[in-house]
């Protein structure tokens, strides 16, 4: 009988990096149709250019470092489309370009790639479009391609949205490429969750906390109204699905993630609340992307034998 020596892992299984940015990028795509739809073309070319410039910026990077090329695995294309989708239609294309080169070369590059970056690359990016060009990063088109004011904004004062629930459900409204429906997204994150990409523990955790601290701590005399508004206006639906998810950035243990989605959900609630900008779902994510490691350490199943605290039976 002939013996195969080999190192592990020997079991492995139908999850490959490609497969799972396909996945992903396949569940962006209701998002995005329904982003063309409302606020035209320019959301789609928005979309192409951040895409092309993560991978074009990835290849070079590997070239000049002289290291392993991984455009293959398809996570350059994911994060371009992620930023894509957290930024206006209007944006100037080399914006997206500046914000495509901060998330490959500074968040995910040099901290050595894919897996090993501590923030999510794509809001990463887009916090740092917000701090050099804010005036950039407000205009939003409306249905009739008029730059209009979102839902957030009409919150502030504080004051219910003009548009109804159904159309901030189905996305009749103005925002962020990939933000405006609801509906697209829930779609987009139903079919992650069927195919086992992700859990569905932290949308769960981070959408449950805004609900009922928006429901509890209301800002108009229509408790219940204020909290579906607060869920179905600006990222919430889009970070909690698909940014508070990403592997890398977030706690591998059950009971982690759990907690990492209710700090998501808070922190959002609390940005919102009394933060300098309507928006409040990238800061909460990112300061939550900065203690992954301690809520790991901190969740961790008791190992087999062990005592509480480390001590062996």
């Keep these: 009988m002939k013996l195969t020596v080999a190192s592990s892992p020997h079991i492995r299984g139908d999850f490959r990096s490609s497969r799972i940015m396909l996945d992903v990028m396949l569940a962006l795509t209701p998002a995005l149709i329904v982003g063309i739809w409302m606020h035209g073309w320019r959301s789609l070319v928005v979309t192409l250019v951040a895409i092309a410039s993560c991978v074009l910026l990835e290849w070079l990077y590997g070239k000049v470092t002289k290291t392993r ?9 994911v994060t371009g489309m992620l930023l894509a989708m957290t930024l206006p239609a209007t944006v100037p294309y080399w914006l997206v370009v500046a914000g495509s080169a901060f998330a490959i070369i500074f968040v995910k590059a040099l901290c050595g790639g894919l897996g090993q970056n501590v923030f999510n690359p794509a809001l990463s990016a887009r916090g740092f479009m917000m701090l050099v060009a804010p005036k950039y990063m407000v205009r939003f088109l409306s249905v009739d391609g008029v730059t209009e ?3 957030l904004h009409h919150m502030v004062m504080p004051a219910l949205p003009e548009e109804s629930l159904l159309d901030m459900f189905l996305g009749n409204c103005p925002g962020s490429i990939g933000e405006i429906s609801a509906l697209a997204l829930l779609l987009g994150g139903v079919y992650l969750v069927c195919r086992k990409v992700i859990s569905a523990r932290i949308p769960l955790a981070y959408l449950g906390t805004v609900a009922v601290l928006t429901l509890v701590f209301a800002k108009t005399d229509s408790a219940v109204q204020w909290m579906l508004y607060s869920l179905l206006s600006g990222g919430v639906m889009l970070g909690a699905i698909f940014m508070a998810t990403d592997y890398a950035t977030s ?4 009971r982690g993630q759990i907690v990492y989605g209710i700090g998501c959900g808070a922190l959002t609630v609390i940005f919102r609340y009394f933060g300098l900008f309507p928006e409040g779902v990238t800061y909460a994510i990112l300061l939550m992307n900065a203690v992954v490691w301690i809520i790991d350490r901190y969740t961790a199943p008791r190992r087999f034998g062990v005592k509480k605290g480390g001590a062996a039976v």
């Design 69 to 77: 090329n991984t455009v293959i695995d398809g996570s350059a294309m």
């Design 149 to 151: 004011a979102t839902p």
């Design 251 to 254: 706690p591998v243990t059950a």
